[in-house]
């Protein structure tokens, strides 16, 4: 029975690479999202409520990519929406979790393999910017200043996070709820950044601190 499911896959693939060079893959069959013009969306990544997630021309959703516009699980309803710019790519792995919130991603940005986005605040991501790999957005905190009660049950605070226009985010770095970086922001690989990041600033570090402007003689 083995041999007749792998053979069955490659048909499949097969009709699939078919279908893209006859004009493109149309739909997701396994949400029955729709495909965007020049799009695709690979059958083995994860749309949790097609209809709250909004892609422009060109994105592409690559494989085991989850993008999930509800709350906790079991994700019995809806709740928020994700938007992706044109030509953008979701690559292998990635987390986009709504939590109620609205995660916008601008045209021309790569979120490489394993990132997570929480979006419980909103998470908006100007373009042409790139998340590196295990890159973790968070756009809420627990409140905890009560230690006479479970940090479950103080509820969150949900500032949002910005990110401007043409910023790197390097592997492995946390962006934290209430953080703004503005555009041309370098962060490097690994910082914890806490604070507001100035246009074209350099962060590094734990906690994430500025180390260098961008820009002719700096």
């Known amino acids: 029975m083995n041999w007749i499911r792998r053979g069955l896959k490659k048909v499949y693939a097969l009709g699939l690479r078919l279908a893209w060079y006859l ?3 149309k739909e ?8 965007p013009v020049r799009g695709f969306i690979s059958e083995d990544s ?3 409520f097609p209809k709250s997630i909004h892609l422009g021309e060109n994105v592409l959703i690559m494989s085991g990519a989850r993008l999930i516009c509800a709350g906790m699980p079991p994700y019995l309803q809806p709740a928020g929406t994700i938007e992706i710019g044109t030509d953008s790519i979701i690559r292998e792995g990635a987390i986009l979790q ?3 919130g609205v995660i916008r991603i601008g045209q021309n940005c790569t979120i490489n393999p394993y990132c997570m986005i929480q979006g419980n605040g909103g998470v908006h991501i100007g373009d042409n910017s790139l998340i590196a790999s295990h890159v973790c957005i968070y756009s ?3 409140r905890f200043s009560d230690a006479s009660n479970p ?3 103080q509820g969150e605070t949900c500032l949002g996070v910005r990110i401007g226009s043409d910023v790197w985010i390097g592997g492995g770095a946390i962006i934290l709820d209430g953080v703004n970086i503005g555009d041309g922001a370098v962060i490097a690989a690994g910082a914890v950044v806490t604070q507001d990041v100035e246009a074209k600033a ?3 570090g734990v906690p994430g601190r500025q180390v260098a402007l961008r820009g002719p003689g700096k």
């Open 151 to 153: 940090i479950r049950a």
């Open 46 to 48: 994860f749309l949790t």
């Open 28 to 35: 997701h069959l396994r949400s029955g999202k729709d495909v």
């Open 23 to 25: 004009g493109g893959q």
């Open 140 to 142: 809420a905190n627990h």
């Open 202 to 204: 350099v962060i590094a």
């Open 98 to 100: 709504t939590y109620g």
